[in-house]
């Protein structure tokens, strides 16, 4: 029986078509710089928002209907629901999914019946990966939702979160390993604290490193080799997450020894929730050469929390495309829609929308970024505004020649700083306006 029988195999329809069950931008045969969208976006289902979330709020409970899920949080009810996800996601027609390990089964009364409650669950995924040729983008382990975890995993003050957390997490790379995922997602969750008073800063953080080591360790020793990536957010649910931005997760992986391991999963919300823009952080990342993955969506101006919304922002996509064909791409990464439908928008058709709108947002942003590099007169400008270190002092002092002592001689002899020329911010913005 179909979950959603109102709706058809969504198909690329081009941008004059007015029907909004299709798509104007996402053409995924189409090639762009050489490679297909499909193996530039790499779409992905999150199965915690899209199959679990019901529209609660703090004011109320959840509002979707949702005519497939059953009374109980039973095991056979994540089996319906897991063929329901593959349904959706094959008439959606994206390639990849991700999920926590409790997303897709229930917590069991004892570790043990979580796992094998997570087996079988697991061995239905595996098929339905097969029948259909989706494929699973990441796992994670929710390590955030269960009362043990109070006061983080982890980072906990209680060593036996930490313990706890390990057995979850060992669990999870080997689920993830089991079905082939490309990657395994490391987000701070409750690592953070409330209050200093009451937190040995230091010792947490040092904790959160060795929990990574071991997992780490792990995957080695079991053989899972996709690509473990850190997940920055700055707040929210603590008020001071440990993995606060690019820049901060950067520094933590390096000084505990982990980049050879461990890149980046950016998203956007958490982006602008630690003031910055998303292509900040994609530009921090990208430049250290850490720059793994992303979870595409979007905040609200007004709101302060991570409000997980659909991307259709054409400016956001296209600036998050610059950077991602600026380096090179995201595999084995992907775009993962970390993003939820409103609350008022609670009928199953209107996930479909949410998805095609983001889908779309991003196929548009690709093709404009491509647009703006191959004419190249963004980055012509940019070479041209750097040219001064291309030759003469500023090739002396990038090539490590100089000493204060040669500069000071150099500009004693010269007198001053050659004119400085235009930023030209504003004809740059009416430039990037006139490939929208
Ligand atoms: C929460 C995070 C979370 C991670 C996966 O804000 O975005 O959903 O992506 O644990
Ligand atoms: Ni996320
Ligand atoms: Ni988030």
Redesign the pocket.
Known sequence: MSAFPEVEKIVYEGPESKNLLAFHHYNPDEVVEGKTMREHLRFSV?Y?HTMRGAGADPFGVGTAIRPWEGESDSVENALNRARVAFEFMEKLGVDFY?F?DRDVAPEGATLAESNSNLDQVVALLKEEQERTGIKLLWG?A?LFSNPRYVHGAATSCNADAFAYASAQVKKAIEVTKELGGENY?F?G?REGYQNLYNTDLKREVDHLAAFMHLAVGYAKEIGFDGQFLF?P?PK?PTKHQYDFDSANCINFIRSYGLEEHIKL?I?T??ATLAGHTMEHELEYAGSQGFLGSI?ANTGDLLLGW?T?QFPTDIYLTTRCMLSILKYGGLVPGGI?F?AKVRRESFEPVDLFHAHIGGMDAFARGLKIAAAIRAEGILDGFVTERYSSWDSGIGAEIEGGEASFASLEQYMLEKGDVEPNVSGRQEMLENLINTYL
């Open positions: 999150a915690w991700c926590h994670t929710n997602v987000w969750g997940e957010k929210e999963n998203e919300n958490h979870d991570d997980d993962n970390d």
